[in-house]
């Protein structure tokens, strides 16, 4: 397993650019992320688009026609609600990312930590033969 990681430290070095590929894939999964989000995003603009553009044939269109502006008020206030519950569960689900990176990150130096520890133990091992 060292030498795996040795071997890809060296490749690393003497060949620059020789992990396209994986950033290449690394870049695909980041655009599909983000057209994920923009997809998202523009449902999202349309649920408030039918909220905001109610129909003429609608229940609330007569009492509209009475006085518009308390529907326009209804209207702002809901999508009030719903941008607020929109930014409330993004930073949920940003915090959870957030979470997620920093327990990788620790799982990451831990490995590193049992590599040098593997690495040191080979060593002395070697030296006593």
């Not at 994986?22 to 523009?42: F, G, P, V, W």
């Not at 349309?46 to 229940?59: A, F, H, L, T, V």
Request: include cysteine.
């Amino acid at each position: 397993a060292f030498d795996a990681v040795k071997t890809n430290n060296r490749i690393s070095q003497e060949l620059p650019k020789c992990n396209w590929l994986e950033d290449k894939i690394k870049e695909i999964e980041l655009s599909k992320r983000a057209d994920e989000c923009q997809r998202l995003i523009e449902e999202e603009l349309s649920k408030r688009k039918s909220i905001s553009g109610r129909g003429e044939n609608s229940p609330d269109s007569e009492h509209s026609s009475i006085n518009p502006s308390i529907e326009t008020a209804q209207d702002k206030t809901v999508i009030e609600k719903t941008t607020e519950e929109i930014q409330d569960d993004l930073m949920q689900q940003k915090q959870v990312l957030l979470k997620d990176i920093r327990i990788i990150q620790k799982r990451k130096i831990k490995e590193m930590e049992e590599l040098i520890d593997i690495k040191l133990k080979i060593e002395n091992y070697e030296q006593d033969l």
